[in-house]
C-alpha cells in the first residue's frame, strides 16, 4: 500500500507505510488531523451495546495515536428488510453514546442496503504534530504494557453458539465499551514512546507491525499477559476464529517461541480482538506508575507484558514466563 502514499508531501506524517491505526495530516506547527474509518459486524445481540462497541471501536485508532477526537461520521450497512427499524436506531443510539461520552461531535454519515449488517465510523481528530504516537517508534530497551485483556473472539465465536457464560461475556463487553481515552492520556503523560491498539491481528500481529516498523524485536511473557480465564478454555475447545489461523500464519518465520507453549496459548496471542486494549512502548522506569495508574483509572487488567529490545530482523519472541 505504499505506493498509494501521495508523493512528496511534506504535511503527511503518518500513511500507509508503516501499517499504522490512523493517518496524520499536519496542517500548521501545532495542528494535525488524525483520520480512521472502521466498521464491524454485530458482537452482540443488543443493538445498542453493539452500536457502543462499534464506536469505541474505532475512536480507539485515534487515541492509540495520542490524538482526541473532534468528529465522527455514522456508517451502516443494514438489511433493506428483516430487522426492525427500531433496532436499528438503538444501534444509533448507542454509538452516539460513546461519540458524545469521547467528547467528539457526531456531524452525519451515509447509509447503504447491505444482507450483512455492519455498523462503524469514520472519525477525525486532532493531535499536536510533535506529539503523535506512532506505531513504529518503539526503543530497545523500552517496557511493554497492555492496558485490556485478550481472548475477545474466542468469546463472541462462542456466544454466537451460546456456549460461554454471563460472566465472561458481561467482563468481556464491559471493557469492550471502554473508551482508550483515559489510557491514552495516561500513556502520554508517562511519555510513551510508541503505541497501536490490539484489534484484528491479536496481540502477536500488532505486536509484528511495531516490531518491523520500529526494527526492534519484541519479547511478550505470557504469565503476565492479561486474558480472560474462559477465553483460554474456550480455545482448548475448538472455539475461536478463522482469522486466529490467519494471524498465526502471518508470524510464521517472524517469531521465536521458548519455554513450551501450548497451542491454545499461542492461538489466544493470536486472537483477534475487538475495541481491544492499547499496546504502549514506553520508558522502562515508568511503566509501572502507567499501570497503577491506569488501574487507579478503571482498567483492572492493565499489565506490563514484556520489552523491545535489538534485533536483525525484527522479530516477535514469547517465553511462558
Do not use: W
Request: glycine share 12%; charged share 20%.
Amino acid at each position: 500500500m505504499k505506493g498509494l502514499e501521495p508523493v512528496g508531501d511534506p504535511n503527511l506524517l503518518v500513511g500507509f507505510g508503516t501499517a499504522d491505526d490512523a493517518g496524520v495530516y499536519r496542517l500548521d506547527a501545532r495542528t494535525a488531523l488524525v483520520q480512521t474509518v472502521d466498521f464491524i459486524t454485530p458482537v452482540v445481540d443488543d443493538p445498542v451495546v453493539f452500536g457502543q462497541v462499534a464506536a469505541a471501536n474505532a475512536l480507539s485508532d485515534i487515541y492509540a495515536m495520542g490524538g482526541r477526537p473532534l468528529t465522527a461520521l455514522n456508517i451502516c450497512s443494514f438489511p433493506s428488510r428483516g430487522i426492525e427499524r427500531s433496532v436499528l436506531s438503538d444501534i444509533l443510539r448507542g454509538g452516539a453514546e460513546k461519540v458524545r461520552e469521547a467528547g467528539a461531535a457526531l456531524v452525519g454519515g451515509h447509509t447503504v442496503q447491505d444482507p450483512e449488517l455492519k455498523y462503524g465510523l469514520a472519525v477525525t481528530g486532532l493531535v499536536d504534530p510533535e506529539k503523535v504516537v506512532r506505531n513504529s517508534t518503539a526503543r530497545a530497551g523500552d517496557a511493554l504494557v497492555l492496558t485490556k485483556p485478550i481472548g475477545t473472539g474466542a468469546i463472541i465465536s462462542a456466544y454466537r453458539d451460546r456456549k460461554v457464560s454471563e460472566t465472561t461475556l458481561r467482563e468481556a463487553l464491559a471493557e469492550m465499551t471502554r473508551l482508550n481515552a483515559t489510557a491514552c492520556a495516561l500513556m502520554l503523560e508517562q511519555g510513551a514512546h510508541a503505541c497501536t491498539d490490539i484489534t484484528g491481528f491479536g496481540l502477536l500481529g500488532h505486536g509484528l507491525e511495531m516490531a518491523e516498523g520500529s526494527g526492534l524485536g519484541l519479547r511478550f511473557r505470557l504469565a503476565a499477559v492479561p486474558y480472560y480465564e474462559e477465553s483460554l478454555a474456550l480455545i482448548r475447545k475448538g472455539i475461536g476464529t478463522s482469522v486466529t489461523r490467519c494471524n498465526l500464519r502471518l508470524v510464521e518465520g517472524k517469531s521465536r517461541i521458548a519455554g513450551g507453549l501450548r497451542e491454545e496459548e499461542m492461538s489466544l496471542l493470536a486472537d483477534p480482538q475487538t475495541s481491544g486494549g492499547l499496546l504502549i512502548s514506553l520508558p522502562p522506569e515508568r511503566a509501572d506508575l502507567l499501570v497503577s495508574a491506569l488501574r487507579k483509572a478503571g482498567h483492572p487488567r492493565a499489565a506490563r507484558i514484556g520489552e523491545a529490545f535489538s534485533s536483525s530482523p525484527p522479530l516477535i519472541e514469547v517465553l511462558a514466563a
